[in-house]
């Protein structure tokens, strides 16, 4: 079992930032590709970005790309997500996800945190 604990969501202006991080604990952190996605009111959960084990490959959804950097800390069992230059439509709640593949489809992902809240206001 992994548990994750998201945490640094908030309420922010439109340009704006925020860094996301999300804490692992439970089995070895490293064995896991992690990954981020999102839910907005109404809508199906979606791929945000995910980081490889050693944290060497990334991937990232064409909405985010150029402005959400992925990263992982092995040694503190914390995946983070910066976010820069926020849209409204980034608005949603964010899930970190663990599982053993490189996948886009959060069904793969084999557990969740409980999410964070990230609100950004035009």
């Known amino acids: 079992q992994v548990q994750l604990v998201e945490s640094g969501g908030g309420l922010v202006q439109a340009g704006g930032s925020l860094r996301l991080s999300c804490a692992a604990s439970g089995r070895t952190f490293s064995n896991y590709v992690m990954g981020w996605f999102r839910q907005a009111p109404g809508k199906e959960r979606e791929f945000v970005s995910l980081?490889?084990?050693?944290?060497?490959?990334?991937y990232y959804a064409d909405s985010v790309k150029g402005r959400f950097t992925i990263s992982r800390d092995n040694a503190k069992n914390t995946l983070y997500l910066q976010m820069n230059s926020l849209k409204p439509e980034d608005t949603a709640v964010y899930y970190c996800?663990?599982?053993?593949?490189?996948?886009?489809?959060?069904?793969?992902?084999?557990?969740w945190g409980q999410g964070t809240q990230v609100t950004v206001s035009s």
């Open positions: 996800a663990a599982g053993y593949y490189s996948r886009t489809n959060p069904n793969e992902y084999n557990y």
């Open positions: 980081i490889r084990w050693t944290g060497g490959s990334t």
